[in-house]
Each structure stands twice: as structure tokens, then as C-alpha cells.
């Protein structure tokens, strides 16, 4: 008896250890895309005031690695040491999961609506779990798959992209390019966490990897060349007015430095496919946001959609406590 209570407790001790893994995954996750949801809120107007897209993803990025490069260089410059094994993985990550996706998506937004390039974007999850599936050949429970399409079609009503919907193959070339690399985001973010080299730290992968993407993004909208005057323009913010450049500090602080290491360091905890559905919540938070900040409505639909999209995630969770088997 003595030995089975000893392996029962050991067993027990397991799950619980597993359990709070994945609430620790889960809750990484919601912060990130609370943080990742907040950078619409604070883009907009800094774009009312006469910003591009591309000017403001460049400025994102480029404050982001640079305030990340100083803060950990002066606290904890240990973390920023890298092998040069993983020099690839980091260039790769910044140009794919940073600048990429940032850059197609804004060139997606240009030709087709924003809400058809939000789902474009968004199907990412479903480009995970084929490669999760067909590439490492893992078997998914079924539910796992059922709740990524329910998240999806929860994604739909919340974008409604049934506005203004129209035929560009451009932009929807855009939109698939943006959902590509959103997914390679999500594979490279594990790889590097996980299976890598094991030595690589969150913080060390996201500051070189915003290092990489800064770059990359600096050849299309060099930061330098923003106009002063359009920075130090006040600009209305739900109901306050504030200077455009505070606007742009709060986005490279909490939308981009801080999502993107809240987010990596899920990847710790969860696996891709798992973390790239509970992901979706994003575009529920950017929606929320815009609704009780700016003042943007919303509808019955998009409200629907969101606790349809919450249920799919939450499925996804679920189904994730059924160890996957190798196929």
C-alpha cells in the first residue's frame, strides 16, 4: 500500500504541476493579447494625425528594441548574450513574427477591408495545427480541432467581414502572406523557447528579435524621417488630448515590448497550436477597447461573435488537457 500511495501522490503531484503549466500559459496569453489589443486604440489617433501605417510600425518597433536593448542592457546584460547558433532564429523570428506580419498586414489593410484582413491574418491557428499535424504528425483530439474553427468563425462576426467585402487578389495575397507569418511567429516563438538550444532567455529573444525587425521595417518607413511637427501635435484620445508622440511611447512600451514578452514567455508554457487560439482574444480586447475609449460602436453580432470566439478558445483549453499522441 505503501508504494502505491507513494506513486498515486507522485501521479497527483504531476497533474497538479501540469494544471498550473497551463494557467500559467493561459494567463501569459490574455495579457499579451490585452497588450497586443491596445495598440489599435493607440494607433488610430496618432494616424488621425496625419501618421502612416508603415510610419507608425516603424516607430513601434524601432522604440520598442530600443528601450528594451537599454532597460535590459543596464539591468540584466547576461540575457542579451547569444550563441551564434542562434542567430538564425533570432533573424528569422524578427523578420517573420515582427516586421513581417506587421507589414503585410498593413498592406492587406490598404486594398481590402479591416475586418477581411483581420480574419486573413487570424487564421493563423489553423496554419499551425495543419503543421502541428501533418508536419510533426501529432494527433489533436477532435475538440482541439472544433474549437480552432469555432474561434474562427467566432473571429468572423466580431470583424464582420461580410462589410464591404470585395475581391482584391493583392490584398488578399497580403492577408495570406500576414497569416503565414503570424503562424512562423507562433513556431519559431516555440522553437525557441522549447526544443531550441534551450539557452535562449524571453526577453533575450524578444529584444533582438524587435532588433532584427526595427531593420527590416527601417528600409521602407525610416523613423527618422517623421515629421517633428505632426509628433508634437496634440490629438484627441477618447476624452483627453494628448501629444501624438505619447501615444507612440505607450504602443512601443505595452503594445509591442511588453505583448511580445508576455507572449513569448507563454510559449514556455503551451504549445503553439494551443497558445495561436487562445491568441484570438486579441481582436475581442482591440474591439472592447475602441468601444469604451473611442467610442466606437458595437453590435449584437460582434458581441455574439466574441462569446463565440471565447468558447471556441476555451474549448481549445480543454482539449489541450488530453495528451496528443504522435501519429
Same mark, same amino acid.
Given at each position: 500500500?505503501?508504494?502505491?500511495?507513494?506513486?498515486?501522490?507522485?501521479?497527483?503531484?504531476?497533474?497538479?504541476?501540469?494544471?498550473?503549466?497551463?494557467?500559467?500559459? *493561459?494567463?501569459?496569453?490574455?495579457?499579451?493579447?490585452?497588450?497586443?489589443?491596445?495598440?489599435?486604440?493607440?494607433?488610430?489617433?496618432?494616424?488621425?494625425?496625419?501618421?502612416?501605417?508603415?510610419?507608425?510600425?516603424?516607430?513601434?518597433?524601432?522604440?520598442?528594441?530600443?528601450?528594451?536593448?537599454?532597460?535590459?542592457?543596464? *539591468?540584466?546584460?547576461?540575457?542579451?548574450?547569444?550563441?551564434?547558433?542562434?542567430?538564425?532564429?533570432?533573424?528569422?523570428?524578427?523578420?517573420?513574427?515582427?516586421?513581417?506580419?506587421?507589414?503585410?498586414?498593413?498592406?492587406?489593410?490598404?486594398?481590402?477591408?479591416?475586418?477581411?484582413?483581420?480574419?486573413?491574418?487570424?487564421?493563423?491557428?489553423?496554419?499551425?495545427?495543419?503543421?502541428?499535424?501533418?508536419?510533426?504528425?501529432?494527433?489533436?483530439?477532435?475538440?482541439?480541432?472544433?474549437?480552432?474553427?469555432?474561434?474562427?468563425?467566432?473571429?468572423?462576426?466580431?470583424?464582420?467581414?461580410?462589410?464591404?467585402?470585395?475581391?482584391?487578389?493583392?490584398?488578399?495575397?497580403?492577408?495570406?502572406?500576414?497569416?503565414?507569418?503570424?503562424?512562423?511567429?507562433?513556431?519559431?516563438?516555440?522553437?525557441?523557447? *522549447?526544443?531550441?538550444?534551450?539557452?535562449?532567455?524571453?526577453?533575450?529573444?524578444?529584444?533582438?528579435?524587435?532588433?532584427?525587425?526595427?531593420?527590416?521595417?527601417?528600409?521602407?518607413?525610416?523613423?527618422?524621417?517623421?515629421?517633428?511637427?505632426?509628433?508634437?501635435?496634440?490629438?484627441?484620445?477618447?476624452?483627453?488630448?494628448?501629444?501624438?508622440?505619447?501615444?507612440?511611447?505607450?504602443?512601443?512600451?505595452?503594445? *509591442?515590448?511588453?505583448?511580445?514578452?508576455?507572449?513569448?514567455?507563454?510559449?514556455?508554457?503551451?504549445?503553439?497550436?494551443?497558445?495561436?487560439?487562445?491568441?484570438?482574444?486579441?481582436?475581442?480586447?482591440?474591439?472592447?477597447?475602441?468601444?469604451?475609449?473611442?467610442?466606437?460602436?458595437?453590435?449584437?453580432?460582434?458581441?455574439?461573435?466574441?462569446?463565440?470566439?471565447?468558447?471556441?478558445?476555451?474549448?481549445?483549453?480543454?482539449?489541450?488537457?488530453?495528451?496528443?499522441?504522435?501519429?
Amino acid at each position: 500500500m505503501t508504494t502505491s500511495g507513494t506513486v498515486a501522490d507522485a501521479r497527483r503531484s504531476t497533474t497538479e504541476s501540469e494544471t498550473l503549466v497551463r494557467r500559467r500559459g *493561459t494567463l501569459l496569453v490574455i495579457v499579451a493579447s490585452f497588450c497586443f489589443g491596445s495598440s489599435g486604440v493607440l494607433a488610430k489617433p496618432a494616424m488621425d494625425a496625419g501618421l502612416s501605417p508603415q510610419q507608425v510600425a516603424s516607430v513601434r518597433i524601432g522604440l520598442a528594441a530600443l528601450v528594451l536593448l537599454v532597460v535590459v542592457g543596464l *539591468t540584466r546584460p547576461a540575457l542579451l548574450r547569444v550563441r551564434r547558433a542562434d542567430l538564425r532564429l533570432l533573424v528569422a523570428y524578427g523578420l517573420v513574427g515582427v516586421a513581417g506580419v506587421q507589414l503585410l498586414y498593413f498592406a492587406a489593410v490598404a486594398r481590402i477591408p479591416i475586418g477581411v484582413a483581420l480574419l486573413l491574418e487570424f487564421t493563423s491557428p489553423v496554419l499551425v495545427a495543419l503543421w502541428v499535424r501533418f508536419v510533426r504528425r501529432t494527433v489533436m483530439p477532435a475538440r482541439m480541432w472544433a474549437g480552432t474553427i469555432l474561434a474562427l468563425v467566432g473571429l468572423a462576426m466580431v470583424a464582420q467581414v461580410w462589410q464591404g467585402l470585395r475581391l482584391d487578389a493583392v490584398g488578399l495575397l497580403a492577408g495570406i502572406g500576414a497569416a503565414l507569418c503570424s503562424a512562423g511567429y507562433f513556431l519559431l516563438g516555440e522553437h525557441g523557447m *522549447t526544443t531550441a538550444t534551450r539557452t535562449l532567455t524571453p526577453i533575450g529573444m524578444v529584444t533582438w528579435g524587435m532588433v532584427a525587425g526595427a531593420v527590416a521595417i527601417a528600409v521602407i518607413a525610416p523613423p527618422w524621417s517623421l515629421p517633428g511637427e505632426t509628433l508634437a501635435r496634440v490629438t484627441d484620445f477618447g476624452a483627453w488630448r494628448v501629444p501624438v508622440w505619447t501615444l507612440l511611447v505607450a504602443c512601443a512600451v505595452m503594445s *509591442t515590448a511588453l505583448a511580445y514578452l508576455f507572449s513569448i514567455s507563454a510559449l514556455r508554457h503551451l504549445p503553439a497550436n494551443v497558445a495561436s487560439v487562445l491568441a484570438l482574444c486579441e481582436p475581442v480586447v482591440a474591439t472592447t477597447m475602441a468601444w469604451l475609449v473611442l467610442d466606437q460602436t458595437l453590435t449584437v453580432v460582434q458581441i455574439a461573435g466574441a462569446a463565440v470566439l471565447l468558447g471556441g478558445a476555451g474549448l481549445v483549453q480543454v482539449a489541450s488537457r488530453k495528451p496528443v499522441t504522435p501519429g
